[in-house]
């Protein structure tokens, strides 16, 4: 019954690789995200989507795209890997126009590039 | 821009004891919505508290309390009687208004406070 769930939580893949994370909530939220945690813990939101609206924070690289299949899905593909994109991926969700906004995260992803 | 600042990379409180984790943070905006999160080792990130900006009261949640100071823009978290899980790396995070979505939405983040506690 994990709210936020994602797979794989490590993923080794070599330079050049496209790879896939999913991520998917059972908790009816209209809203999902995927942050981006770097070497030094610093989070940073790199996608939020809902139903209506994707927005891109303009320093992703175009490598990097979401793709939802429906409300409770949120995957994240990632093309031609390159070593800077080692880092822990988040997705998150949350129900917009409610009362505190709180945001329930998934374990994290720990991609390495080689 | 929003920004949030954590001026505390690492703190270290003595178990039972009290400890406070600093933040403040920038915006523009009147209304909006301040958490702060911890991540264990395990990196799962959980929500330790949350404020709304338009209420005066600061919220509390156990042996975790906030000083919220709007016009100072800080929001300091409070830990007493702190436990040897209380170990961890703790964000503080802001969230625009409720009447907008899209980037409004996401949270920002401090770098982070990484608190040891010693038995």
């Known amino acids: 019954d994990t709210a936020v769930s994602q797979t794989p939580k490590y993923l080794v893949t070599q330079m050049g690789n496209d790879k896939s994370i999913k991520c998917e909530q059972n908790?009816?939220?209209?809203?999902m995200y995927w942050y981006k945690q770097d070497s030094k813990k610093f989070l940073k939101i790199m996608f939020s989507?809902?139903?209506?609206?994707?927005?891109i924070n303009e320093t992703v690289p175009n490598r990097f795209s979401p793709k939802s299949p429906d409300k409770a899905h949120l995957n994240l593909h990632i093309n031609s890997l390159e070593l800077g994109d080692s880092a822990v991926y988040f997705c998150?969700?949350?129900?917009?126009?409610?009362?505190?906004?709180?945001?329930?995260f998934g374990p994290g992803t720990r991609l390495t590039v080689t | 821009a929003q920004t949030v600042t954590q001026s505390q990379p690492e703190m270290s409180v003595q178990e039972a004891e009290t400890v406070t984790l600093s933040c403040t943070y920038d915006?523009?905006?009147?209304?909006?919505?301040l958490f702060w999160y911890k991540q264990p080792p395990s990196r799962q990130m959980i929500l330790v508290i949350r404020?709304?900006?338009?209420?005066?009261q600061n919220a509390t949640e156990n042996r975790f309390s906030v000083n919220f100071q709007k016009a100072a823009k800080s929001f300091s978290l409070k830990i007493s009687d702190s436990q040897l899980g209380d170990a961890a790396m703790y964000f503080c995070?802001?969230?625009?208004?409720?009447?907008?979505?899209?980037?409004?939405?996401?949270?920002?983040f401090g770098k982070g406070t990484k608190l040891s506690v010693k038995p």
């Open positions: 908790l009816g939220h209209d809203t």
């Open positions: 915006t523009s905006e009147s209304d909006y919505y």
């Open positions: 995070a802001y969230r625009g208004p409720m009447n907008y979505g899209g980037s409004q939405g996401n949270l920002i």
């Open positions: 404020q709304e900006a338009y209420k005066q």
């Open positions: 998150a969700s949350s129900q917009e126009r409610t009362d505190g906004y709180e945001q329930y």
């Open positions: 989507y809902n139903n209506k609206e994707l927005i």
